[in-house]
């Protein structure tokens, strides 16, 4: 499950996540700050342990700065953006090893992948839980895709 804190506050964030029943929290930022009060990781995570959720920063996972502005432009930028983030993350052998270690985690127990923006379709975070998604499909059904 993706989530996005844009527009939200921390307290708030935490009581739904808890509520939605997630145990882990994987934070795809690759910079795990925030202007916004409570969502750098320190205080996140500290926020989160303290609700009983445990709090993961994978920065392999985070989208790069310059990739940013397509997510937020017309279909076809946005089409780009993605495409790019997924080739970004296929190449690197850092992004596919925190992507396979997210896809055992998400095996094990209820996760959810954070980011900022609150539009899931709009972030990078909708590459990353497809792929995760995928993944999970493939090792149920080893014929699948695999071809």
Request: net charge neutral; glycine share 8%.
């Amino acid at each position: 499950m993706g989530v996005g804190y844009e527009g939200r506050d921390v307290g708030g964030f935490v009581a739904d996540l808890r509520a939605s029943g997630a145990e882990l929290l994987v934070d795809v930022r690759l910079t795990p700050l925030s202007r916004k009060r409570g969502f750098s990781k320190r205080a996140l995570a500290a926020a989160l342990e303290e609700a009983g959720v445990r709090y993961l920063h994978r920065p392999a996972l985070g989208n790069p700065k310059e990739n940013r502005p397509g997510f937020a432009g017309k279909v076809d930028e946005l089409a780009a953006a993605r495409s790019t983030y997924a080739d970004l993350i296929e190449r690197n052998p850092a992004s596919q090893a925190a992507l396979s270690e997210l896809v055992d985690l998400a095996r094990e127990s209820k996760v959810a992948v954070l980011c900022f923006e609150a539009d899931e379709q709009r972030c990078h975070r909708h590459v990353v839980l497809n792929l995760v998604e995928q993944r999970l499909r493939e090792t149920r059904d080893p014929h699948r895709g695999g071809e």
